[in-house]
């Protein structure tokens, strides 16, 4: 009788706690889809991001994309248009020196014409008059005459059409002009063809 007193309060106590374990499990396979939503929800909220800057990003792509082509289009027009100038510069830049050489052909045309009216003396005059015209209209372009007055040699303006040997020098020395040299701007346009005279050679 008294065994079987004992046992009914330890089955209640057993039963007890087999409820409250129950519970718990109950309770935490509750949390669980709860923390699963959780986690659910953050990760979707990070491909919403995720998406969204892919969408700026495919933008940015296509707007940079435009922008180059643009840029691409602009430098090859600015090219055609630079080739086309260069090309009417090398065309036209003697325009305005070829306007004022008309001047001077003009003059020269008139006093061919006057050839057989006038005489030796005004036709001389005429041509002087000419000659003087062009010099000038070399010189404002910037054109200027190759020195020789000073009789020195100077291989870098002087080119040596006729060479003589002579006992009374002792370097090189222009004797005669045979062509006018030309500088422009201080760069030699054409050398002035000369007759020079150097130190005879010892034949001993």
Do not use: C, W
């Amino acid at each position: 009788m008294v065994k079987k007193a004992e046992t009914k309060p330890l089955q209640k106590k057993k039963k007890e706690l087999e409820d409250e374990a129950e519970i718990e499990f109950i309770v935490e396979k509750k949390k669980i889809p709860k923390q699963g939503q959780n986690i659910i929800k953050s990760l979707k909220d990070k491909l919403k991001k995720r998406e969204s800057e892919v969408r700026f990003l495919k933008k940015e792509n296509a707007r940079l994309r435009e922008e180059n082509l643009r840029k691409v289009a602009d430098m090859e027009n600015l090219r055609k248009r630079l080739a086309r100038e260069k090309t009417e510069f090398y065309q036209y830049a003697l325009s305005e020196f070829l306007k004022e050489l008309f001047t001077v052909l003009d003059n020269f045309e008139r006093a061919l014409e006057a050839t057989d009216q006038a005489s030796s003396k005004s036709f001389r005059e005429g041509i002087e008059m000419i000659y003087k015209q062009y010099q000038d209209l070399l010189k404002k372009q910037g054109v200027e005459p190759v020195e020789t007055e000073d009789k020195k040699f100077n291989p870098r303006l002087h080119q040596a059409f006729i060479t003589e040997e002579s006992e009374d020098v002792e370097e090189p020395e222009v004797t005669e002009e045979l062509q006018k040299g030309y500088t422009l701007h201080d760069r030699l346009l054409r050398p002035a063809l000369v007759k020079v005279v150097v130190p005879k050679k010892d034949n001993k």
